[in-house]
Every structure is written in C-alpha cells, then in structure tokens.
C-alpha cells in the first residue's frame, strides 16, 4: 500500500501534479489538501478509471490529519507564485508559514513520510522544513527533498535544441547548487552523452538555465509563473523515490539536500561551505542514500559559477534556519 499526498492540489502546479500521481500505478491512495477547492478537484480526479483511490480535504475539522496519516509520500507545492518583477526571496514572507506549518503537521501525522519540497523560495524552505523537523525530533535527512527537476529537465530541453537531439531525455545533465538565478549551476562538462556546446552558445545556455523560471514568469504576464513543466518534474522526481522505495537500484537524481545526514554529504559541505545543496543523489529503499561529488570534475568555468552559486546560497539557508531558530514576532 502505497499513499501519496498533495499539499496545495488545488493549485497551478498541485492540479496537474495529482493528475499524474493519480494516474501512477505505482500508487494506491492519492490524498489531496487544499486551503480551497480541494472537494472539487478530487471529485473530478476520483473519476479516473486508475488505481488510486482519492481523497481531499479542506483545512476544517481534521483535514491535515486525515490527509497526511498514513501518508508514504508528501509532495508540497502550496503557497504563493512569483509575477513579473518578483524574485523568489520575495515569496519568503509568505510562503516560509505556509512550509512550517504544513511541516509541523507531517512531524505530527505522518514523520516517517518522504517530503519533497517545490513551494519557494526552495532554498530556504527546505532548511525550514529542517529545522521544524529537528526541533519535533523527527528529522531524518535521508527523507527531505527540495525539487531541483525542473533545472534539469529545463537542460536537458535547451541543450537538446542547441546540439539537434531529437530526444531531449536521452541526455543527463547534472544540475547542481540551489533553486534560484546563479544559485543554479549546470555542469555540462559531466553531460552523458558528452555534449559539446559552441563558445559562442555557453553563456547564453547557462543563463537560460539558471533563469527559465523568469522566462515562463514574464510569458504569463501576472499569471504566474511554471505550473505544467514543474507539474511534470515533480511527478518525474517523485516516481523515481516510488521506484526506488521498490527496490530499483542505480537511480540517481539531482536534489536539494541536507548534505551532513547523507552518506558521502559530509565531504561536499565542507567542499562548498554549506549544508544544503543540490547534488547527485543515489536514491534507494530509505531514501537519499548516498550523495555524490560532483565538485571535482569541474572546469574553471563551471568553478566560477559554483562560487557564485555558495555565496548566493548562503544568506538563503541561514534566513531559513534562522526562521524557525528565532521566530519572527506575531
Ligand atoms: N521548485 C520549483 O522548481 C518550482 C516551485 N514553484 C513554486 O511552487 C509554489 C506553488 O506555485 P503554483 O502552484 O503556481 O501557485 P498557485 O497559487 O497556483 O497554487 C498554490 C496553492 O497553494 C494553496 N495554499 C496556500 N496556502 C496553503 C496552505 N496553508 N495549505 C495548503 N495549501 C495552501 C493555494 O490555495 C493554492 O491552491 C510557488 O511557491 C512557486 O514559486 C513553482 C515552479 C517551480
Ligand atoms: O520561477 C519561479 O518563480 C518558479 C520556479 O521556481 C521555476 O520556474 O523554476
């Protein structure tokens, strides 16, 4: 028995998320929880001739609790989306209560469960998550994801373009750092197949990379920002922990961790002087099991981009702690 759960299913991204979760035959209980329309989009989905049976509540009575017990899964993309001329920092003050609250409820109902993290700014929602956990005594860093997919995914498709493959998922690209502007490192370089990209195309690519999330903000002009590509990433992402969790050997995913609590983490954090980073994660029946370096194989290009990247993730790990550490006056 397998029971997934969607926090903010009612959303851009959490609608089409169920959708594919529900229609996963890795999973038998879909449960969907929403501050709104959450009965409306599980009627709808409860229709579908597919394995999960589906349940959704709204906040009233016991809805979290009945939503997350005896959850397997947790994926979390409540809360609000950037428009034109936002970053994603600008979505803390909102969204860093919507995480801890939603997080103080797994530590209580459900503290076995994997959490993967979209909602942003992900960089610091995930030392959020945390520290809430840590402070529960229920945190166990083989289990928390931020949802780095759409980084990858989103190289994969422009790398795709510039060197004329016909399969964008024939390639695997490592993408590494955090989730936001130069926080986003992709390195090309450990690309499989190896690619090779015209000088002229390099920082053009990188930047798109690092910056696609702003390129589908601006197109939607108010209306927020990636709903249908995260919707697939992070369905990507959590059917690879399903498979896994199943036995599946050899998957290895970049993703958002707490590098101390992963096997071979503890040798990257000193390397790049944070805690938490995304890196290539070999996943298994427990979750993050081991974490690889992708630091070494790096060319002087890609080492300035890392720079950028530490310095950058710094100021966001520590606002993240620090909001749950000293929490804000109400
Ligand atoms: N990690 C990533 O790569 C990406 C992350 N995102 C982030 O995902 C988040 C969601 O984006 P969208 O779905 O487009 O936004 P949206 O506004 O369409 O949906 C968010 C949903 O969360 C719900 N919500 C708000 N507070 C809640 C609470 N306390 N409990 C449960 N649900 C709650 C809202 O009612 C709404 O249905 C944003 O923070 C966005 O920045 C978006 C794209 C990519
Ligand atoms: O750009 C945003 O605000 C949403 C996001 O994280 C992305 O599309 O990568």
Not at 14 to 19: A, E, H, K, V
């Amino acid at each position: 028995m397998v029971k997934a759960v969607v926090l903010g299913a009612s959303g851009g991204i959490g609608q089409p998320l169920s959708l594919l979760l529900k229609i996963c035959p890795l999973i038998d209980e879909l449960s969907l929880y929403d501050v709104v329309n959450t009965p409306g989009v599980t009627a709808d989905l409860a229709h579908i001739s597919s394995r999960a049976k589906t349940t959704g509540y709204l906040p009233n009575g016991d809805g979290l609790k009945l939503t997350l017990t005896g959850a397997d899964i947790v994926v979390i993309p409540a809360g609000i989306p950037r428009k034109p001329g936002m970053t994603r920092d600008d979505l803390f003050k909102i969204n860093a209560g919507i995480v801890r609250d939603l997080v103080t409820g797994i530590a209580e109902y459900c503290p076995k469960a994997f959490i993967l993290i979209i909602s942003n700014p992900v960089n610091s929602t995930v030392p959020i998550a945390a520290e809430v956990l840590k402070s529960k005594n229920v945190f166990d860093p083989k289990r928390l994801f931020g949802v780095t997919t759409l980084d990858v995914v989103r190289s994969e498709t422009f790398v795709a373009e510039i060197i004329g493959e016909s399969d964008p998922q024939t390639l695997k690209i490592p993408v590494v750092g955090g989730h936001s502007g130069e926080t986003i490192v992709p390195l090309l370089s450990q690309a499989k197949p190896s690619v090779q990209i015209p000088a002229d195309k390099l920082d053009a690519l990188v930047n798109r990379v690092q910056y696609g999330g702003d390129e589908v903000v601006k197109a939607k002009d108010g209306a927020g920002s990636a709903t249908l590509s995260m919707a697939y990433a992070g369905f990507r992402f959590a059917e690879k922990i399903l498979k896994a969790v199943r036995g599946e050997k050899g998957i290895i995913e970049p993703t958002y961790v707490y590098l101390p609590g992963v096997e071979g983490g503890a040798e990257i954090a000193k390397a790049t002087g944070v805690e938490y980073f995304s890196v290539p994660v070999e996943l298994g029946t427990n979750g993050a099991e081991k974490a690889y370096n992708p630091l070494t194989d790096t060319n002087d290009y890609e080492k300035k981009l890392l720079e950028a990247a530490m310095k950058g993730l710094k100021g966001n790990i520590e606002k993240g702690v620090d909001f749950i550490k000293n929490p804000p006056a109400k």
